[in-house]
């Protein structure tokens, strides 16, 4: 049995794609201003942020760089970069409206798979993999993953039994944060759901 870690899920700000509602994927997309704006505006919990002065929280980031963009502006000194937390690949389907995919997304399940694409079972076997590393690695047990909606989705899906049909038994809201534990038996556990990142006090990591 390996040790447990503790796993804070962070969302990248927004984009110009996430305001078009269209399905990014593995495309490349900035942050827009509008994202970069709201973004100066998140602060981790203050538990976390207590960790990283402490030099004890480790993270982990999507090489795409609206996630890197986001984990430097949180704070993050020498993440790594992890292609595992990198977004569900939607194949043919990058770039379409997400309205368009509205009935696949929501009967789909685990095994779907968009053409030239992965199925949420394909994100979750590759994140669970990074996370058994994490495990039965000498590093932090604590970490943030700045990641994005379709590893969030798998990873929380995975943790409280849902089987990604409608109707969704919770909604992930944006600028929050979300916690898993990954336990010492390999199992998942959902912590916290949509703790806030914006902070009203302006405290931050500085």
Not at 22 to 28: I, L, P, T, V, W
Not at 122 to 133: K, M, N, P
Not at 175 to 189: A, N, T, W, Y
Request: aromatic share 4%; net charge neutral; proline share 8%.
């Amino acid at each position: 049995m390996s040790r447990s870690v503790y796993v804070a899920l962070v969302r990248h700000a927004p984009t110009v794609w996430n305001a078009e509602g269209r399905a990014q994927g593995r495309a490349d997309v900035p942050l827009s201003a509008e994202g970069r704006a709201r973004l100066a505006h998140w602060r981790l919990p203050p538990d976390l942020v207590a960790l990283h002065r402490r030099a004890r929280l480790g993270w982990a980031v999507s090489p795409l760089q609206r996630a890197v963009a986001t984990a430097e502006a949180l704070g993050a000194d020498g993440p790594i970069l992890e292609p595992r937390l990198a977004e569900r690949d939607y194949g043919a389907w990058t770039g379409r409206r997400l309205a368009e995919l509205e009935d696949a997304l929501a009967t789909g399940g685990w095994t779907h798979r968009p053409p030239g694409g992965e199925s949420p079972a394909d994100v979750l076997e590759r994140v669970r993999a990074w996370l058994d590393e994490m495990a039965a690695s000498p590093g932090p047990p604590d970490w943030v993953a700045v990641t994005h909606r379709g590893v969030i989705r798998a990873l929380v899906a995975a943790a409280v039994g849902w089987n990604l049909c409608a109707p969704e038994p919770l909604r992930l809201l944006p600028e929050r944060l979300h916690r898993i534990r990954r336990r010492g038996d390999g199992l998942l556990q959902l912590i916290t759901l949509n703790e806030p990142l914006v902070s009203l006090d302006g405290a931050g990591l500085e």
